[in-house]
Nanobody
Framework: QVMLVESGGGLVQAGGSLNLACVASGRTFGGYNGAWFRQAPGKEREFVAGINWRTANVKYVPSVKGRFTVSRDNAKSTMYLQMSSLNAEDTAVYYC?????????????????WGRGTQVTVSS
């Protein structure tokens, strides 16, 4: 497993932007897939975006396509989530996750390394 720490959450007005970061320690992100999940109050945790660390192929949930961008910096062992055109439905705790599967997957149970989460609140 790799240790993950998220940062960058906060309060933003609808239509605004936020950038999240996830730093890996203990082990680097090399050889892992990285993903962002989110969990809103009373809802299940859901996949938002993921990136294959080897190929940089990305995957997004349809509701964030065109608004969110996932990327990684190998040298810094850091994964990013750039979020724009935020709306109230994006309000949630955002979690960073990692696994060693061949492809980026969307199931919570496929990931064995998790950060503690960072709160994103979008005011309307």
């Amino acid at each position: 497993q790799v240790m993950l720490v998220e940062s960058g959450g906060g309060l933003v007005q609808a239509g605004g932007s936020l950038n999240l970061a996830c730093v890996a320690s203990g082990r680097t992100f090399g050889g892992y897939n990285g993903a962002w999940f989110r969990q809103a109050p009373g809802k299940e945790r859901e996949f938002v975006a993921g990136i294959n660390w080897r190929t940089a192929n990305v995957k997004y949930v349809p509701s964030v396509k065109g608004r969110f961008t996932v990327s990684r910096d190998n040298a810094k062992s850091t994964m990013y989530l750039q979020m724009s055109s935020l709306n109230a439905e994006d309000t949630a705790v955002y979690y960073c996750a990692a696994n060693r599967r061949f492809l980026v997957t969307t199931a919570v149970t496929d990931y064995d390394s998790w950060g503690r989460g960072t709160q994103v609140t979008v005011s309307s």
